[in-house]
């Protein structure tokens, strides 16, 4: 599966929630679930640390939907097999 036709999918299952939640209601509930990926991080627990991955990737899809933005068109156009900023493969912009 592409992460446009991850996207798609989202868009089926939720866009008719995401839109009475409206774009803040749904980039609230992102930052709730990359702080949720956050705590996860600190502990020991790989299935609740990949769930939350799982969750984040959804709700950043879910945005996207609200924003009418093509998260694959944007990633791959930035990241095109080269750092956007030092332009090199790999990276190696000092910091
Ligand atoms: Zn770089």
């Known amino acids: 599966m ?3 036709e991850f996207q798609e999918m989202m868009r089926s299952l939720y866009l008719h929630r995401d839109s009475k939640r409206g774009v803040k209601g749904t980039y609230d509930r992102l930052a709730e679930e990359l702080e949720e990926l956050g705590e996860a991080l600190k502990g ?3 299935e609740a640390v990949q769930k939350e991955f ?3 990737i959804a709700w950043l899809a ?3 939907n609200m924003t009418g933005i093509d998260l694959e068109k944007v990633t791959i156009t930035k990241y095109s097999g080269k750092c956007p900023r ?3 493969s790999p990276c190696n912009c000092r910091f």
Do not use: E, G, N, T
Request: hydrophobic residues 35%.
């Open 62 to 64: 879910s945005l996207a």
């Open 44 to 46: 020991k627990d790989k």
């Open 54 to 56: 799982a969750d984040v």
């Open 2 to 4: 592409h992460i446009r």
């Open 86 to 88: 030092c332009q090199q």
